[in-house]
């Protein structure tokens, strides 16, 4: 975990991502992100469809959002396990969520 985010998430902040950023993570374009977002191809762990929150025009992504969509790739057979599991540890890496140890 970067030193900067270990002292934001002891400060109680939310680690967040830009969709540029979520669409790195999943080695996409912005573009793909923000057109499987509208096509209602991400869908959350109740089978919603996912909908990351806006602030100024803008998607603002959690860890969850992420996993959600990630695991949502996987189940349609968008993805495979090697990259789910890649998605996943990226998230726990940056959030520190088990342990601090990725």
Do not use: H
């Not at 900067?4 to 400060?11: H, P």
């Not at 967040?16 to 923000?34: D, H, M, N, P, S």
């Not at 996912?50 to 057979?77: G, H």
């Amino acid at each position: 975990m970067k030193p900067e985010n270990k002292i934001l998430i002891k400060e109680g902040v939310e680690i967040t991502y830009t969709t540029g950023e979520v669409a790195t993570i999943f080695k996409k374009t912005r573009q793909w992100v923000l057109w499987s977002l509208k096509e209602g191809r991400f869908l959350d762990k109740n089978g919603d469809v996912l909908q990351p929150e806006m602030v100024f025009d803008k998607y603002v992504w959690t860890a969850a959002d992420i996993k959600d969509a990630a695991i949502s790739c996987y189940n349609r057979r968008t993805m495979d396990i090697t990259e789910l599991k890649r998605i996943i540890r990226k998230v726990i890496k940056d959030t520190g969520e088990i342990n601090e140890r990725y």
